[in-house]
């Protein structure tokens, strides 16, 4: 018994459990029947699972666990067999009719979970892990971080904007952190990956940020885990408090060589428009400012008329796009190796002329047993893409400059946007510069190139009988390289890097990041008196990284010819900038995962983690965790009721995480070059920029779980429920200084913010005949964040806002991290409010027709006091639903997606909404106030006045989306055997088809300072969002 | 199989080799690296004088607009702009201003930062072993600067927190002061003016634009005639004209606001603007602050407060159509736009193409000018005689005549010939950071008189001559009180 369990975890070590008949010669046959039954007592087994592997067939044994399908397959295939309370098998058919027989086990929860350092039977499992299901991770998706929304109960991701190959926002249980550090860790393959979009961000382009993870091609993937709790997610200890994503690859099988080619092909279109005004409305709407202004009217009535509806800007710089996906793959094995490898190209047009996103990738996963004893593998990957973005404000920046989308959608329609000829007008009087903003976007070079090689390789040595040696060594290199170009036409963006202003704008920019990693652990496993199951893991790591960064720029080209390909065309150069940084971490850990007869389970796991980047005196953090199981279902009482309720599983963990995201040398006293001019001539001065803080220490999560698995039905029915809470202390926050000092502030362990909340998942199979057979999964998550403390003296602070404006959020004790700040507004001022004396904002003369502003603190004047709480970005609960529907050949599936309660400042709307003499306004300004309509809804027109954060652009952010709905049709056996296919697949399908919204923006899935946690939901004008229609195949030889 | 064992333990050995958690900063300087050498102590030096150009944030620098903001549209000068996004510059030209704006919070800041720097140079520069003569003047310019900051601070604010060291810990309860009194603020700004009196009168060809031994006595001057220490004042403005420096006025008002003649015979100091080759070009707002756009319909940052602003000069005086534009020749269109009302036009770079991006600006901004340092010793003799002498009005009339305006009428009272030095300092120093000092410095309640004859500026008040103190400033730190009315 004992070298039997030893066996069989060796075989999970290894390579997923495959049993395998002897091989014989293909016959063909289009039918199949058989029966299930127990190993044993021979019994029939009803409503047993009977599935073609690599096929969608599936069909459920009858009353007397008999089965038959036409399944026109080739001879010999493989089935799978699944019954709830038995072992999952595989059996290969040979012959039209099978008896296949599957063992009982004592436990129905026999499944494989792949965990921190290894793998663990799901019975086993104390702590919360979450698994992305195969269904989902099917959908079309430019970056896997796109799957993982809506996938698992208590992972939030937000798209930044619907620009293709754009960074997502991803938190799981809730952001941590004020300032650093709140996505989760991804461990591809082992390899240990914290994405920092920022790496792939050099400077030299500007625009959105460049999602780092879109290197990685999602059609790779074989599975995603998500460790939410202490338990699971200690083992990576300072770096797990923000949950970490197990990503696993595709890997060869035992069972041949297997070619496979899966193909999409599709168009987005643009799924909203926002209103606007055409010219002759704005020219109503300039007339009626000039009048408010005491100044003559521009346009005369037959002018107005004349005019007609003008430009449509929005409309000309937006399109149709395709999309095509191509993926092929040769897999296979024998006894001792496995291989597969593969080769994926994407390519997304973007529905913004000048933008799309590219991906060429390829794969070599290989592993082979070399002895008993001695095991290798190895994953190579290596990919690069293309993309080219909208240009804008700068990554990150403070100085921001909306988006060249949102400025375009701002100009006036009077112009036209082409002459007769064809070729861009520039002559506008409503602009600065003889330039033409639809021609900036079509001809300004705004491209990166992400390269990216991750390869690692691993050791396994049986040391002796029990104890494996486990050798990973591993280097990630994430190579950027972003060009830039404004030709001298270009009138925009505004600032330095304007091809008008400068006669032709260039710039280079490169980032390399080069990770490398080494892993060694200890494994021992035994079984005790065949009860007491030990499994004992012990380590160390360490990791390495350094990026450094470094942009060229020049300005003054003769011609538009070269642009960024050569600067030393250009007359003017730019200060060259560069950068290098360097960390490293060392680990060790250890765990002990204790089963006693799987019915009772602990596990309890440590790790000791060294970061660089903290403080001299406080480079060490500990990290300890202790979960406990109990599988009640086990236990004797509970035979009685089993028949509707087949499983209960109860769940303890508490345990301690940390984070260290800082930037390298924050702890340090830092000087920083600075310049100015004597004699016309630049020097550089040098001064200190921080504070030293030697004891700069780890930010730690402590967090408590309790949960539940419980399955009715035989388990057809599985609930997981989950409560959580998490505090975290000793928060990495720039305190605010006195600004007397010198200092804005200095990075310290202050503060502490908690997050709370519930999860839960229900999956079912609906429907289970022998035809049609229909699975959901419902996942619901609902999270409260809250600040508890931001350090003595601290009650609140305003996150630094882009020139010229004042923070929409602040950071405040009590509420949120990122709460909206801003004004109550009731309306417009009526002639009775005027009249009456109503407080109004201070500093603004306003009369009747003009937003009216609430005083809120009573005291007699709209001023700052009375600016709070207007709600947070963060949802009040999020969800997911998936289904699939197989019928006879058909498989239908589709997901909804959504989340309820989150706020979103529409800062575009407020700016469409502040009508000016030179830029265009939004239609709903069709209704403002006037005397000849008294019951308009938008204050009257007046020039540009003043942009105050208020509840009227603080919207209701709650969305449900049917992200992806996809029809399939499996063909027979006897159309395809021609091709010598084994499979073939046709499907259409459709993503983001529905978005239920009152959100007035292009979409409620945006957030244009990235993943700062503190900017969360604001809408500074982005990409507009897409609906995808595509038709695909998959085939396997 | 035991050749396997041994590679699996060379293999675990070596990469137990740990890397070092012990960090290596390549790409920053520390602080024990650095004030070591000669060159160390001109970099320190140079990074105060940067304060005065740039924000370490990277807003708008203090000089060429957010002090601006305060001593421009806090005077009746200028009313804020429809180009203006933040309330909080709209509401200083409407002197509706609370204490938590952010553009009086962000001159704080800058102002601190300045001091901040000058400190750390002031504090490091004496331990650094070089030549005597050389050390001295680096710790006096920083010394300048210093005094020149705190001198804007506490005619903002009255008294204000006297921090002359670099923050010893991180501890926040540490860097709790309370305000000094004014009267202290102004001794250290004597002696630190007093000491960079000593400075070299004028610099070698690479060196322009460093504080002067000529620069400190103006500065002095300027802070006595604040004092109402007339005597002196009188002195040291008598310094400044008669000691040798060789000032004078450019025969043409425009000059004073090229790029050509930058640092010329009449700027005793000003703040060093470029155009492209470095870091400031995007955040120089001088200019762009006055000309955006041929389209009338665009505003720029800054507007006039109204058109009597313009129409108090007399249509001879060549101050008026530097200083406002109500036309331009559009090159690209080869028309001229009328744009209706009168622009401020002194800082706009003519010898940038006005089509391109006036942000490239490289005019510098005259922080004193000669033409500032006549008519102060008009304003002195003034006060220190009972009324004008002949050399007061020679000295205003040297300014009158320059710029194409008839002598002063002869005879005046003492109040009639101040309150025309302080017209003609209005007509000759718009947008020079000088208008809101001007009308809170006469005390009483002359700047409020002044605010409330513009129907805009509604908010007016008397409290309105001292600036509040930032309110994150006093709920940071609730030893700091707030300015009285505030």
């Keep these: 018994m004992k070298k039997h369990l030893l066996l069989w975890v060796w075989l999970i070590v290894l390579s997923p459990v495959v049993i395998y008949a002897q091989s014989v010669k293909p016959t063909i046959n289009s039918t199949l029947s058989g029966k299930v039954i127990d190993d044993k007592t021979k019994a029939a087994l009803p409503g047993a699972v009977v599935h073609i592997k690599g096929t969608t067939h599936e069909v459920v044994t009858d009353e007397n666990g008999e089965f038959d399908f036409i399944t026109g397959q080739k001879l010999p295939y ?237 409309s000309a710089a937006v399109k149709d796009a395709s999309i095509q996906n191509h993926e092929l793959s040769f897999s296979g094995g024998d006894d001792k190796s496995r291989f597969l490898i593969s080769g994926n190209y994407y390519n997304q047009g973007g529905n913004v002329v000048n933008t799309g996103f590219k991906r060429y990738s390829a794969r070599i996963n290989y592993e082979r047993n070399i002895s008993e004893r001695f095991k290798i593998a190895t994953n190579v990957f290596g990919s690069q893409s293309v993309e080219d973005k909208l240009f804008g404000n700068a990554y990150n920046s403070i100085n921001f400059q909306s988006t060249s989308f ?344 202050v503060g502490s913010v908690e997050n709370k909340g519930i999860e839960f998942s229900i999956s079912s199979d609906n429907i289970r005949s022998r035809d049609l057979t229909w699975k959901s999964t419902l996942v619901f998550a609902a999270n409260r964040n809250k600040i508890l403390s931001l350090g003595k003296g601290t009650e609140y602070y305003f996150p630094i806002a882009p020139t010229g404006y004042v923070s929409p959020v602040i950071v405040k004790v009590g509420l949120p991290v990122g709460t909206f700040w801003g004004y109550n507004t009731d309306g417009l001022l009526t002639a009775e409010d005027v009249s009456k004396g109503t407080p109004v904002l201070a500093g603004v003369p306003q009369q009747q027709g003009d937003r009216k502003y609430i005083d809120t603190n009573g005291d007699g004047v709209v001023n700052t006091a009375d600016k709070h709480n207007l709600g947070s970005a963060q949802p009040k609960f999020t969800f997911g639903f998936s289904n699939s529907v197989n019928y006879k050949n058909f498989d239908l599936s589709f997901f909804f997606q959504g989340s309820y309660g989150n706020k979103i400042f529409n800062f575009l709307q407020q700016k469409l909404e502040l009508p000016t003499l030179s830029l265009n306004a939004s239609s709903t300004l069709l209704d403002r106030w006037s005397l000849s309509n008294p019951n308009g809804k938008v204050p009257r027109a007046t020039n540009a006045p003043v942009s105050q954060v208020t509840d009227r652009y603080i919207e209701d952010g709650s969305y449900l989306k049917l992200k992806n709905i996809s029809l399939g049709y499996s063909f027979s056996k006897g159309l395809i055997e021609k091709i010598h296919a084994k499979q073939l697949r046709l499907y259409v399908s459709a993503q983001n088809l529905v978005t239920l919204t009152k959100y007035t923006g292009y979409d409620p899935e945006v957030n244009f300072f990235d993943t700062d946690n503190t900017k969360q939901g604001i809408d500074y004008g982005a990409y507009p969002s897409t609906k995808t229609f595509l038709a695909g195949l998959n085939i396997t030889f | ?302 507007l006039p407060a109204d058109s009597t602003l313009y129409l108090m000069y007399s249509t001879d005086d060549t101050r008026r159509d530097v200083t406002f534009f109500t036309s331009q020749y559009n090159a690209a269109t080869g028309q001229t736009v009328d744009f209706g009302a009168p622009r401020l036009a002194k800082f706009i770079d003519y010898s940038l193409s006005l089509l391109t991006n006036q942000s490239q600006s490289g005019i510098n901004f005259p922080v004193i000018r000669y033409a500032d340092i006549l008519l102060l010793q008009a304003e002195v003799l003034n006060e220190l005689n009972g009324g004008p002498t002949a050399e007061a009005y020679t000295a205003i009339n040297r300014v009158r005549a320059r710029a194409h305006v008839p002598d002063l009428t002869t005879g005046l009272s003492q109040a009639d010939f101040r309150d025309s030095v302080f017209v003609e300092r209005r007509k000759e120093f718009i947008q020079e950071g000088m208008r809101w000092f001007d009308l809170s410095r006469r005390g009483g309640t002359y700047l409020y008189d002044a605010l409330k004859k513009f129907p805009a500026k509604t908010g007016a008040a008397v409290k309105d001559t001292l600036f509040p103190i930032p309110q994150a400033e006093i709920d940071l730190n609730p030893l700091l009180s707030q300015n009285p009315g505030w």
């Design chain 1, 78 to 314: 493989t089935l799978a067999i699944s019954y709830v309370g038995y072992k999952s098998g595989e059996f290969i058919a040979h012959k039209n009719y099978v008896e296949v027989s599957l063992h009982a086990t004592t436990n129905q929860l026999d499944e494989v979970v792949i965990v921190g350092y290894g793998t663990q039977r799901k019975s086993d499992i104390t702590g919360s892990v979450g698994t992305v299901s195969k269904n989902l991770l099917n959908q079309p998706a430019a970056s896997f971080d796109n799957l993982l929304q809506g996938a698992v109960p208590g992972v939030a991701v937000t798209q930044s904007s619907s620009q293709p190959g754009s960074t997502a926002t991803i938190r799981v249980r809730g952001g941590n952190s004020i300032s650093f550090g709140n996505d989760p860790l991804y461990v591809i393959d082992g390899f240990i990956i914290y994405n920092n979009n920022s790496y792939a961000n050099t400077g030299a382009s500007n625009g959105v940020g460049v999602n780092a993870l879109s290197t990685i091609s999602p059609s790779d993937i074989e599975s995603i885990e998500i460790l939410k709790d202490a338990s699971a997610t200690a083992i990576y200890g300072s770096r797990g408090a923000n949950g970490v994503v197990i990503i696993t690859t595709r890997r060869g099988k035992k069972s041949g060589t297997e070619i496979n080619y899966s193909t999409y092909f599709g168009t987005q279109k643009i799924k909203k428009k926002l209103g606007l005004l055409n010219a002759s409305q704005w020219a109503s709407l300039v007339n009626d400012i000039n009048v408010s202004d005491n100044k003559p009217i521009i346009f005369s009535d037959s002018a107005i008329a004349a005019l007609g509806v003008g430009s449509d800007w929005q």
């Design chain 1, 406 to 749: 949102s400025n375009l959608l701002q100009l006036s329609p009077v112009p036209k946007i082409y002459n007769e000829d064809g070729t861009y007008n520039t002559s506008s009087p409503y602009t600065a510069t003889p330039t033409n903003l639809l021609q900036d976007i079509t001809k300004t070079t705004n491209r990166s190139y992400l390269t990216r090689v991750l390869a690692n390789a691993s050791l396994e040595y049986k040391i002796i009988k029990d104890i494996t040696l486990k050798v990973t060594s591993g280097a990630d290199l994430l190579n950027t390289k972003q060009n830039y170009y404004s030709p001298s036409f270009a009138g925009s963006p505004a600032g330095s890097s304007t091809g008008y202003s400068t006669q032709g704008y260039a710039s280079v920019g490169t980032a390399n990041v080069t990770t490398w990693i080494n892993e060694n652990t200890l494994t021992y496993d035994h079984v005790f008196q065949s009860k007491h199951f030990v499994n004992v893991l012990a380590g160390y790591t360490t990791q390495h990284q350094k990026d450094e960064t470094a942009v060229a720029s020049a300005q003054k080209f003769p011609n538009d010819l070269t642009t960024f390909n050569n600067l030393n065309f250009a007359s003017t150069p730019v200060l060259s900038t560069s950068d290098a940084r360097e960390s490293s971490i060392n680990s060790f850990l250890a765990r002990v995962n204790y089963s006693y007869l799987h019915r009772y389970n602990v596990t309890l796991s440590a790790r000791a983690d060294g970061s660089s980047r903290l403080g001299a005196n406080n480079k060490w953090g500990y990290f300890p965790s202790i979960g406990l199981s109990w599988n009640a279902s086990q236990e004797d009482f509970f035979s009685n009721i089993k028949g509707t309720f087949s499983n209960l599983k109860v769940r303890l963990s508490a345990g301690r995480t940390g984070n260290s995201e800082v930037p390298p040398y924050s702890s340090w006293a830092a000087l920083t070059p600075t310049n100015y001019y004597f004699s016309s001539t630049l020097v550089t001065g040098i001064a200190p920029v921080q504070i030293a803080n030697p004891n700069l220490k780890w930010e730690t999560t402590t967090q408590y779980n309790a949960g539940a698995d419980v399955g009715f039905f035989n388990n057809r029915v599985n609930v997981s429920f989950d409560a959580y809470y998490k505090k975290t202390s000793d928060l990495l926050l720039n305190v605010p200084f006195p600004l007397y000092s010198g200092y804005a502030s200095s990075l310290q362990n």
């Design chain 2, 1 to 302: 199989m035991k050749k396997l064992s041994i590679l699996f333990a060379l293999g675990a050995a070596a990469s137990l080799s740990c890397n070092k958690l012990v960090e290596q900063p390549n790409s920053i300087i520390t602080n024990s690296q650095f004030y070591k050498t000669q060159s160390d102590a001109i970099a320190a030096v140079n990074a105060v004088y940067s304060t005065l150009n740039s924000d370490p944030a990277g807003d708008f620098p203090m000089y060429g607009r957010n002090l601006n903001l305060l001593t421009g549209n806090g005077s009746d000068d200028q009313i804020f702009s429809q180009s203006n996004t933040n309330p909080d510059v709209r509401a200083l030209g409407t002197a509706t201003y609370v204490p938590a704006n952010d553009r009086i919070k962000k001159n704080w800041q800058q102002h601190y930062f300045g001091i901040s720097r000058a400190n750390v140079a002031i504090d490091n520069i004496p331990n650094i072993a070089f030549d005597t003569t050389s050390r001295s003047r680096l710790v006096r310019e920083a010394k300048f600067i210093r005094a020149l900051l705190y001198f804007n601070v506490v005619r903002f604010w009255g008294d204000a927190p006297l921090i002359l060291h670099d923050p010893a810990s991180i501890d926040v309860d540490a860097l709790k002061v309370k305000r000094s009194l004014k009267d202290s603020v102004y001794a250290q700004i004597i002696a630190d003016l007093t000491d960079a009196t000593n400075l070299p009168k004028t610099y070698g060809a690479w060196d322009k634009g460093r504080a002067t031994s000529g620069a400190a006595h103006a500065l002095l001057a300027k802070v006595y005639v604040n004092r109402k220490e007339w005597d002196k004042a009188l002195a040291e403005l008598n310094t400044v004209i008669n000691g040798g420096y060789g000032y004078d006025l450019f025969p043409n008002y425009k000059d004073a606001f090229q790029k050509a003649t930058k640092n010329g015979i009449e700027h005793i100091f000003s703040v060093q603007f470029e155009t492209a080759l470095g870091a400031k070009n995007s955040t120089q707002n001088l200019s762009t602050g006055n000309f955006g756009s041929f389209n009338p319909s665009v505003y720029p940052g800054d």
